[in-house]
């Protein structure tokens, strides 16, 4: 046990399954209803105890092609038809519903993700709801959304979701598309489909018409079906940047409108004059929110020169401070990694770190018997040229760099082909303003990170991607209008540059 860890010993405080009522397996959601798939079925299992939770089917080209046309009947027999308002009021319904089922969705969440409850419980649940009802309130407004007079739908859209907020980015992908009228096929990831199969309930008691939302479920082959079907008319990825890129060679040309978000490596930028209590939570919170299983997570911490040994030791001290264990436990600060795969790779790349020079800490936790974990660890000495500054390592690592100058922070900090997000701790406002408007990131976090509103767009430059998520820059991702049309952002999909800002 770490030397600060045993005059803070908690009771174990762990959140009862009791409350799920799960089926042994899960069908594909189509029309409305739960049928098997004909791929070969998995198991999905408990990333913290590698027990299994239930099986769960895999579609393949056939019941890809049931759950398009039927998304296409709904889109051209029901939604198209019916008023936004009328569409909102089934929007605020599902807000609603996962309201009332938020401690189930949150129990399920970090069961089959390996996620802290209080992170699911205070974080993804609440959000899931808020997107929804945000988007809820534009349905009757998409006139005044800034898309020019009489925007319209698109068609099916087809969406693709990665682990590591399962539940939310299923949000993120389905309320503006249905705000917007247009009806939806989505996969999640493979080895977090539990919630939105627990959606697909949801969506039933609802009563939302059969095949305005489809889930199907199953691994990149599935996907790679959905994304190509000639029938959908929208594509919408979340993931790693390697597939985004596949998915916008193979869509390239064929009409379909594309957004991707994609992956990240953010700077957190520390001055000397930052709030510094606020900055170490700020960069804990940054990089070791949901083990680090963030596309925007701030996992490369630039800190200036002069304060950088004291920034270090007091990182040291507050991670020795957090607690690794069950999930489910109220008191759990990091919990498990999703999977044996993304354990190896985080493995890899902290080896890799090593073997380039950098130093390697990682506080004292007690790493449980069972399942998949991996211990806070910051790297010193880093330069950009290592693996670990450049590359995703998307785990609980934090890579740490200094600078001299606002100059050569803004340098460093774009020294990336990402370009997600960023953060800046500063007391001087004139100086943060300057610094924000020369980062090459979506988001800009000035004293504080990682916070997410419905009503603010998310998105990335460079390889992270293009298009927006949230507000009302997310609804133009799901609709088309004359202005969009005139502007080239109409309809067809674009190639992702390399390395080159948009
Ligand atoms: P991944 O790309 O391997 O998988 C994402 C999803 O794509 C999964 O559902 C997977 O089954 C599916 N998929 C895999 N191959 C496919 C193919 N050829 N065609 C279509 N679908 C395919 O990514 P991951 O490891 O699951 O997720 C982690 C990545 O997601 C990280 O790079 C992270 O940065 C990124 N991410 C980005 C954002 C964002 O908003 N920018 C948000 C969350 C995660």
Not at 41 to 62: C, G, L, M
Not at 142 to 150: F, R, V, W
Not at 224 to 231: Q, T
Request: glycine share 10%; hydrophobic share 40%.
């Amino acid at each position: 046990m770490p030397e600060t860890n045993r005059f803070l010993d908690y009771a174990p405080a762990p959140e009862s399954t009791a409350i799920l009522n799960l089926r042994e397996s899960y069908g594909l959601f189509i029309d409305g209803e739960f049928s098997d798939g004909h791929g070969e079925s998995f198991p999905t299992i408990s990333p913290a105890t590698e027990a299994k939770i239930a099986q769960i089917s895999t579609a393949d080209a056939s019941d890809v092609d049931r759950a398009v046309a039927a998304a296409r009947r709904a889109y051209t027999r029901t939604w198209s038809k019916l008023s936004g308002a009328d569409r909102g009021k089934y929007l605020f319904r599902i807000a609603r519903l996962v309201q009332e089922r938020a401690r189930e969705l949150a129990v399920a969440e970090s069961l089959d993700n390996g996620k802290p409850i209080k992170e699911s419980r205070d974080v993804d649940v609440p959000l899931v709801a808020a997107w929804f009802f945000y988007y809820a309130g534009w349905a009757d407004k998409l006139d005044y959304a800034g898309l020019g007079p009489n925007p319209r739908s698109l068609g099916v859209a087809a969406q693709v979701i990665p682990w590591n907020f399962p539940l939310l980015m299923l949000a993120w992908k389905i309320a503006p598309a249905l705000a917007a009228g247009n009806t939806v096929v989505i996969k999640p990831a493979e080895t977090t489909p539990l919630t939105a199969l627990i959606f697909a309930e949801i969506l039933q008691q609802a009563d939302l018409p059969a095949g305005v939302v489809n889930i199907i479920t199953g691994a990149g082959d599935t996907g790679s079906l959905l994304v190509n079907h000639p029938d959908v008319n929208k594509v919408a990825f979340t993931g790693s940047t390697a597939v985004g890129r596949a998915i916008a060679c193979s869509t390239a040309g064929s009409g379909k409108k594309l957004t991707l978000e994609l992956g990240g490596k953010a700077a957190n930028i520390v001055f000397d004059d930052a709030p510094m209590d606020q900055a170490i939570e700020g960069i804990v919170n940054g990089i070791f929110f949901n083990q680090g299983h963030v596309c925007c997570a701030g996992s490369r911490l630039l800190v200036q020169e002069n304060v950088k040994d004291e920034v270090v030791d007091r990182l040291k001290a507050r991670l020795s401070t957090l607690r690794l264990g069950d999930p489910l436990d109220k008191n759990t600060d990091i919990g498990a990694i999703n999977s044996r795969a993304q354990l190896e790779r985080i493995r890899e790349l902290s080896d890799i770190g090593e073997q380039e020079g950098a130093e390697r800490w990682t506080a004292d936790c007690e790493i449980p018997k069972n399942g998949f974990w991996f211990a806070p660890t910051i790297f010193t000495n880093v330069s950009t040229s290592h693996r670990i500054a450049r590359e995703e390592v998307f785990g609980p690592v934090l890579s740490v760099l200094s600078f001299r100058t606002p100059a050569e922070a803004i340098s460093k900090a774009n020294n990336t082909p990402y370009g997600l997000s960023a953060g800046i701790w500063s007391s001087n406002g004139s100086r943060v303003l300057g610094v924000a408007d020369k980062l090459r990131a979506g988001v800009v976090w000035i004293n504080t990170f990682n916070q997410f509103d419905p009503a603010s767009p998310f998105g990335g430059y460079k390889e992270s991607g293009y298009g927006r998520e949230g507000g009302r820059h997310g609804l133009a991702a799901y609709l088309t209008s004359a202005a969009l049309e005139s502007s080239g952002r109409g309809s067809s999909s674009a190639a992702l540059t390399t390395g080159v800002s948009k």
